[in-house]
């Protein structure tokens, strides 16, 4: 694995993680508040048989000081134009929780994409969410944005995590700037899908875990591919990584 910069037209510039080589290209993006880091499980060990980028999106973990428009649409667009520049045959998007938002606005403007691949993205009902539910959540975070991180863990990791390892992926969470994040989640929660979905015409797969609520299985019926892996909360690859690698990993074989 190597560590690189990748410098946008604008002059922004994102840090990312890098494995692999060849024509096709796999790209991991993060959810929100969290970092590339979280895909390093799969990048040790399966992410090796293919080539993979997984960035730190504007913002966040090494990428922190780069400014981004605080939209999930800028996001995607970020991850358009470095998808572009490197020119691949094919490319697997990847997105873990608002990753997969990223992936799917992303995929739309692209070509050559040959699947988007979101792992429990749709635990927020997005398009279902009615307005006074989202400012509620949103009021939390702007409230006290540190506690709402321990809460947003607490309430979503699995069960069986151990407490270390979700004291440890807060505290990572909580090293996002607010003003940076809270406008960012902001538009996150009010995100519709629904042109995304038109637009695509590669197949749209998932890896999910048990809190998909019935909202969001309503929303994907006949448009998402999903493979569920029981026990898992929102965090599969942190939670179950031989799992969640042995899951993508068989999307990977099949799509590419």
Known sequence: MIETTITLSDGRELRASETGSGDHLVVLLHGWTCRRQHWAGFLGAEGRRYHCLAPDLPGH???ADTAGDGSVAGLAADVAELVAARAPARTVLVGHSMGGAVA???AARLSAVAAVVLVDTFVIPYGDLAEADAAAIERGFQEDFESALDRLVDTNAASGMRRAAKDALADGMKETDPERMLPLWSDLLRWDPEPAFQALEAPILAINGDLIPDASYRRCAGRVDEQ??????????LEMPEAFNRA?????????
């Open 248 to 256: 993508l990993d068989d999307i990977l074989r099949r799509v590419q």
């Open 104 to 106: 799917m606005e992303a």
């Open 61 to 63: 973990g090494d990428s």
């Open 228 to 237: 569920r892996l029981p026990g898992a909360g929102h965090f599969p690859q």
